[in-house]
Nanobody, 115 residues
Framework: QVQLVESGGGLVQPGGSLRLSCVAS????????MAWYRQAPGKERELVAG???????NYVDSVKGRFTVSRDNAWNTVYLQMNSLKLEDTAVYYC?????????WGQGTQVTVSS
């Protein structure tokens, strides 16, 4: 089992920045990939950014150049640095951890971009 706890969400003006954190506990040695997803009201959940155990990253096109996903060396905390935030980035952001056999999700953290 893997447990995930996100933090760092909040209210920010357009153009501002936030950093989300996701702390993993439990069988973290079994995690191969960690990712951030988001779900806006009335929309499907979408992948925002992911990072593998080896540090390879990928991003959805809409956040490239603005968001950065990173992890600590112990592989138990993953971050999402979000810069130049836009109104359309407003969503609940979820941390995901993937093992060979299961997907685990955090409870989500709200990010609201508003003037």
């Amino acid at each position: 089992q893997v447990q995930l706890v996100e933090s760092g969400g909040g209210l920010v003006q357009p153009g501002g920045s936030l950093r989300l954190s996701c702390v993993a506990s439990g069988r973290i040695f079994s995690i191969n990939l960690m990712a951030w997803y988001r779900q806006a009201p009335g929309k499907e959940r979408e992948l925002v950014a992911g990072i593998t155990r080896f540090g390879d990253t990928n991003y959805v096109d809409s956040v490239k150049g603005r968001f950065t996903v990173s992890r600590d060396n112990a592989w138990n905390t993953v971050y999402l640095q979000m810069n130049s935030l836009k109104l359309e980035d407003t969503a609940v952001y979820y941390c995901n951890a993937r093992t060979m056999t299961a997907d685990y999700w955090g409870q989500g953290t709200q990010v609201t971009v508003s003037s």
